[in-house]
Nanobody, 120 residues
């Protein structure tokens, strides 16, 4: 079983910055994609950014040029640097990871979520 723990959310004014971090632990043989999703009140969860083990990154159009995803493969951590934040970035941000456990079983795990609130 793979657990993900997020940190770094909070309240920030529009135009400000926040950095989210996520650490994976457990029986991990290999980690494929790690990424961030968010869910605003009354809306479906959506992809924010994802990064493969090979370094290929995909971003939602709404965050391109403002958010940067990075990961440390050796530590199984992923970070999301968020800049020029807008009120519409408000939501619960969830870390997601996919890979293979020590028993060579595929897994897909979610963190518990961290709240990001951007005030206007």
């Amino acid at each position: 079983q793979v657990q993900l723990v997020e940190s770094g959310g909070g309240l920030v004014q529009a135009g400000g910055s926040l950095r989210l971090s996520c650490a994976a632990s457990g029986s991990i043989f290999s980690m494929n994609a790690m990424g961030w999703y968010r869910q605003a009140p009354g809306k479906q969860r959506e992809l924010v950014a994802v990064l493969t083990s090979g370094g290929s990154a995909n971003y939602a159009d709404s965050v391109k040029g403002r958010f940067t995803i990075s990961r440390d493969n050796g530590k199984n951590t992923v970070c999301l640097q968020m800049s020029s934040l807008k009120p519409e970035d408000t939501g619960v941000y969830y870390c997601n990871a996919e890979g293979y456990s020590g028993f060579l079983k595929s897994f897909g795990s979610w963190g518990q979520g961290t709240q990001v609130t951007v005030s206007s």
